[in-house]
């Protein structure tokens, strides 16, 4: 089983920045894809970000490209961030967590097997 868990969510002004965190635990996560989905209540999970097991590879959303960034840690591949700038109103969501095995070019919430709890991020206008 793999442990998937969110951190760094929060309140910001439009405009501002956010870090989320995604820590991976449990069985080996060896060629991991791992990537970040959002939803707002009544609203489809939307895909935002995805990044492949040796962080060669990244994939955005339409909506957040050039503005998002993904990343994963040098040190420990089971961990991934993902950097939000430029932040507006619509960006408020829960993000949640994600990781598959295989590849990271993956947009649909069925393609992902490992998912995390979720962290709110709410962006004031």
């Known amino acids: 089983q793999v442990h998937l868990l969110e951190s760094g969510g929060g309140l910001v002004q439009a405009g501002g920045s956010l870090r989320l965190l995604c820590a991976a635990s449990?069985?080996?996560?060896?060629?991991?894809?791992m990537g970040w989905f959002r939803q707002t209540p009544g609203k489809e999970r939307e895909f935002v970000a995805s990044?492949?097991?040796?962080?060669?590879?990244?994939?955005y959303g339409d909506s957040v490209e050039g503005r998002f960034t993904i990343s994963r840690d040098n040190m420990n591949k089971n961990t991934v961030h993902l950097l939000m700038n430029s932040l507006q109103p619509e960006d408020t969501a829960v993000y949640f967590c994600?990781?598959?095995?295989?590849?990271?070019?993956?947009?649909?919430?069925?393609?992902?097997?490992?998912w995390g709890q979720g962290t709110q991020v709410t962006v004031s206008s």
């Open positions: 994600a990781a598959r095995i295989g590849v990271a070019h993956k947009l649909h919430v069925s393609e992902w097997e490992y």
């Open positions: 990044i492949s097991w040796g962080a060669g590879s990244a994939y």
């Open positions: 449990g069985r080996t996560l060896d060629a991991c894809a």
